[in-house]
């Protein structure tokens, strides 16, 4: 479905991204592990348009389109969930989620998407006036999932979920992850820090490391691996 | 004071005030959306009033009489379309290229554009006051006792307070309103939402050039002219001229005066506000 190839990134005259290759097949769950710094946040932001590449390609079903613009990139169905939740602070709830369907024309149509979202994050529906600025950090990475929810993406990117979450919250949200892959059929690429969740339950891993993919295996598979649990997962 | 004096400055006040409030609107949108102070402001208000002095002659007569309501509502809107697109492309040529670059490059490049509008409007329109031909017939309003009201301070004043209702509806209700809002938020979080940021930002450029023609071109008793001019020392004392540079640096002046010490602070408003007939002398020197 989403397919990276030779990808290179640059900040300026700083290597972000050397040279990395992935795959996300249709209806997955595959998850980008790593250190700070490894790229993993780049590599999302480059998908997105956010970025230009340096060189490599980004094909998706089958179409490139590392040149596209951000706005050009949601129309075709791949939504990001960014790092530190961005979500619109001085916007209510419900003006946050109309944002997430912005480039739906048929607005007054939206009553489908509001209960499914709702009916995923029950909690947002009754805060769903209040400002946004106003939730808890937990209740405002529901809202940025919801929001990348509202333009109904074929595959959601999702950056750092956990950061900065209480974890009964943090589990909570990955559960919904799943929800939404599962009931959804909706594609999901998933970059954490905490590697031992985002094994937990994704379909497929990719280490990175310093702007490289280190290994990628079935996530089972890696879960199980000397070095990644060395290096990742705090193993013994 | 009696209770007439004190009524007719609060008319005078608010009708003055109303002016400042659409320059003053269009500061903080820019600031509120760009997060950098446009200090080209001021200079497209005034091709927007010398759109407004070339244009009346011009369209009036097609009107009927003249002085119907009409045509200085003609006026008004082609006036503001030539400035949105002003605005438009001062935006696409000086301030996009710039868009990831330090906000100082684009605070620089700004006084610029205020340059070279202020000396290319001097060029071409001279740096001669004009004065502003008469859209509508300027009288007071009867009925109101005492207290004199003009047809001209009315008319400004309802042509502000339509341009603000419109603007808090499109900002508030539209659909690009809220991408304006949630882009002065967080300019990534918009982009990823699919907005389109050059259009929105294009967009707001639009809006508030309308805003400044629409007071550049709404009927006032004063002269217009463009930059300082020796000649207009001579006319300081007995006539005042709006220089529309100039009002928009009183209230970049304002925004600064919080930061100055007491003393100055004092002298600061002596010298704009207190004795404002010795302010001609100090930008023209």
């Known amino acids: ?28 769950i595959v998850t980008l592990i790593g250190a700070n710094g490894a790229g993993k946040s780049t590599t999302l932001r480059t998908v997105s348009g956010l970025l230009k590449a340096r ?60 209960d499914f979202v709702f009916e995923i994050f029950p909690r947002l529906k009754e805060r769903s006036r209040q400002v946004a600025g106003t939730l808890s950090g937990g209740e405002q990475q529901m809202l940025a999932i919801s929001r990348a929810l509202m ?86 | 004071m009696t209770s007439t004096e004190f009524f007719q400055q609060l008319i005078n006040g608010l009708s003055l005030g109303a002016f400042y409030a659409l320059i003053a609107l269009g500061y903080t949108m820019v ?12 200079d497209v208000f005034m091709i927007g009033a010398f759109c407004g002095y070339y244009l009346s002659p011009r369209l009036l007569p097609h009107f009927t009489g003249g002085l119907t309501p009409l045509g200085p509502v003609a006026v008004l809107i082609l006036t503001m379309l030539i400035c949105a697109l002003l605005g438009v492309t001062i935006e696409k040529l000086a301030y996009r290229p710039l868009r990831q670059r330090p906000k100082l490059t684009v605070l620089i490049t700004a006084i610029g554009v205020s340059l070279f509008l202020e000396y290319g409007g001097q060029f071409v329109f001279g740096a001669d006051p004009k004065s502003f031909p008469e859209l509508m017939p300027d009288r007071a309003i ?9 047809t001209t301070q009315l008319a400004a004043f309802i042509v502000t307070i339509c341009l603000l209702v ?12 809220m991408a304006m809002r949630a882009l002065s938020n967080n300019p990534t979080a918009a982009a990823l939402m699919g907005v389109n940021i050059d259009v929105v930002i294009s967009f707001t450029f639009a809006q508030l050039s309308i805003d400044r023609s629409a007071y550049g071109s709404s009927p006032r008793d004063q002269g217009i002219r463009c930059g300082c001019s020796r000649r207009h020392r001579k006319h300081s004392g007995r006539r005042r001229w709006r220089n529309y540079s100039r009002r928009c ?25 207190a004795f404002p007939s010795s302010r001609n002398f100090r930008t023209c020197a």
């Open chain 1, 1 to 28: 479905m989403l397919e990276l190839s030779n990808l290179a990134v640059n900040y300026g005259s700083i290597i972000a991204l050397h040279d990395v290759s992935l795959k996300v097949e249709k209806g997955a």
């Open chain 1, 151 to 236: 333009s109904r993406p074929r595959c959601l990117m999702l950056d750092e979920p956990s950061l900065g979450i209480a974890p009964i919250l943090t589990k909570t949200i990955f559960e919904k992850i799943v929800e939404i892959n599962q009931s959804l059929g909706i594609t999901i690429l998933l970059v954490e820090q905490n590697a031992n969740l985002a094994l937990e339950i994704s379909h497929y891993g990719y280490v990175l490391e310093t702007g490289r993919i280190l290994l990628h295996d079935r996530s089972s598979a890696l879960r199980a691996n000397e070095r990644v649990k060395s290096a990742y997962l705090g193993g013994r």
């Open chain 2, 249 to 273: 640096g009183d209230i970049c002046r304002w925004l600064g005066f919080f930061n100055l010490s007491r003393r100055d602070r004092i002298l600061a408003f002596n010298r704009d506000f």
């Open chain 2, 31 to 42: 600031y509120g959306v760009l997060r950098f102070i446009n200090f080209a402001h001021g």
């Open chain 2, 142 to 150: 009867a009925g109101t006792g005492a207290l004199t009201i003009t």
């Open chain 1, 55 to 114: 060189h490599g390609n980004i094909r998706y079903e089958g179409e490139e389109i590392g040149n596209l613009p951000p706005h050009r990139i949601v129309e075709r169905g791949i939504s990001q969930v960014p790092e530190g939740r961005m979500i619109f602070a001085n916007l209510t709830v419900r003006e946050n989620l109309l944002m997430g369907a912005y480039l739906r024309k048929d607005r007054h149509k939206l009553s489908a998407e509001f």
């Open chain 2, 166 to 177: 419109a603007l808090t509806f499109i900002v508030k209700r539209t659909r690009l309103g």
